[in-house]
């Protein structure tokens, strides 16, 4: 028998009982694996992650950290699992690409009196990616890791990534609205849009075979965009 997954969603709602961003979403993750979670804007990828990083209550549903619900803990709780189990990456912000020392000036360091651009987004992902594969975290959440970063800062996001998979401690889940990224990183799928699963598997399978209409249609307009 193998061993249980760090991460498991079973049922997941999560958002206002009117209008919830997720609904009914279930996964697993193990251990030195990727999963990417797929979908357009307002799939609800976002507000998945954050759940599953205790940023937000869900409405109902279980998270489990290594066959433990986790969903309803203390804030106390909560707090040591954010800080010893569970990384949680926001995507860069808009003030990524500013330079963090200077306020209102523009980004880059002078030198010999020339100002020389140094590119800060994608920087946080990778100091938090860094911490994940040092402290051996359990789960290690990125929401758009690759968003407005430049291809060689892309680069080195995915050899640390490719780094905590040999590691083979921690399970990451990516959430991305580019099939690109997720055929890249992800070894398994899954599909969200309008808040539900519509598709999950080998991430061969859905990307090079979907079989929901939805998936079909995700995929064309993304790759056309």
């Known amino acids: 028998m193998g061993r249980r997954p760090n991460l498991e969603v079973r049922d997941l709602w ?100 020339a100002r020389t651009t140094v590119p800060v987004a994608g920087m946080r992902q990778r100091i938090q990616i860094a911490k994940a594969l040092t402290r051996r975290t359990d789960v290690l959440l990125l929401d758009e890791p690759f968003q407005g970063v430049e291809p060689r800062v892309a680069e080195r996001i995915t050899e ?8 083979g401690a921690t399970a990451v889940v990516v959430g991305t609205r580019d099939p690109a990224v997720a055929s890249a990183l992800g070894d398994d799928v899954v599909v969200l849009d309008d808040g539900e699963v519509v598709e999950a598997g080998p991430a061969a399978s859905v990307l090079d075979a979907p079989r929901d209409p939805r998936t079909v249609a995700l995929l064309r307009t993304r790759r056309s965009a």
């Open 14 to 113: 999560v958002g206002h009982n009117e209008a919830p961003a997720c609904r009914g979403v279930s996964l697993a993750a193990p251990a030195g694996a990727v999963v990417a979670v797929l979908g357009g804007p307002r799939a609800g990828k976002s507000q998945l992650l954050r759940c599953i990083g205790l940023d937000v209550a869900p409405l109902a549903g279980h998270i489990l950290l290594h066959g433990v619900d986790i969903a309803g803990v203390s804030a106390d709780r909560r707090r040591r699992l954010r800080t010893d189990a569970i990384e949680l990456v926001h995507p860069p912000a808009a003030g990524d690409g500013a330079d963090p020392t200077v306020p209102g000036r523009p980004r880059g360091i002078v030198l010999g009196g």
């Open 160 to 167: 640390l990534l490719d780094r905590l998979r040999a590691d």
